[in-house]
């Protein structure tokens, strides 16, 4: 696998790199809860985390192109996750 130079800037930073599509979903899930911090590409492999996010935890997209619909989605699905259940 290719490290990108955003990769090896990221990890050069403390960050945790971590490929999602190589570990089962359980794991995925596992880091997602765990994570203070999120940093990612609007790509598939960040759609779990509204999904498994903790309500202190921050994340950031990078987003490839001009994908404003893509980002406002992912935006209100987290938002959405977060929300105090009202049932």
């Known amino acids: 696998m290719t490290i990108s130079w955003s990769t090896a800037m990221m990890e050069n930073a403390g960050y945790f790199i971590f490929h999602p599509q190589?570990?089962?979903l359980e794991v995925q899930l596992g880091v997602i809860r765990a994570a203070r911090y999120i940093v990612g590409s609007n790509e598939s492999a960040f759609h779990?985390?509204?999904?498994?996010?903790?309500?202190?935890?921050?994340?950031?997209?990078?987003?490839r192109g001009n994908r404003r619909e893509m980002l406002s989605y992912l935006s209100t699905q987290m938002q959405s996750s977060l929300a105090p259940n009202r049932s």
């Open 22 to 24: 190589e570990y089962h």
């Open 48 to 63: 779990l985390a509204p999904f498994a996010i903790r309500s202190d935890a921050r994340a950031t997209i990078l987003m």
